[in-house]
């Protein structure tokens, strides 16, 4: 099963165990990961600004996590004016443009659209019953 995981989930994966860790590391073996360039940088950008992690940390971080991960470029696609954060039009993009099934996010906002086009988008707790 292709999957796209957020930066939120990755992120959360990094700084704590829990739900997100044992998520990550299970999809990871078990499951085709689809990336993007604009999501590794995000991590590395919140990694370094919200957490306070060094830049040569962050980097280290995201590149780690991204050794298993398929990138593609993110595409445009014709439900993005349902998309309140336009920087989760990438995320999305991401996953359409890898042809995923799943989009793993700890976004409510964009969990509350559960579907754009044949994309689901669920919640790190749900995942564990896909996983």
Known sequence: ????IDSNVFIASLISNG???E????????HEIIGSEYIQNEIIEKLINKFKFSK???????NFLFEKVRIVQPIDFKSSSRISDKDD???IGTALSGDCEYLITGD???QDLHTIESL???SPSNAWKII
């Open 89 to 91: 039009i990438p995320i």
């Open 23 to 30: 998520l990550v590391k299970i999809a990871l073996i078990k």
């Open 108 to 110: 409510k906002p964009l």
């Open 19 to 21: 739900t997100c860790s």
């Open 56 to 62: 040569h940390e962050s980097i280290f971080a995201a």
């Open 1 to 4: 099963m292709r999957i796209t």
């Open 120 to 122: 689901k988008i669920i």
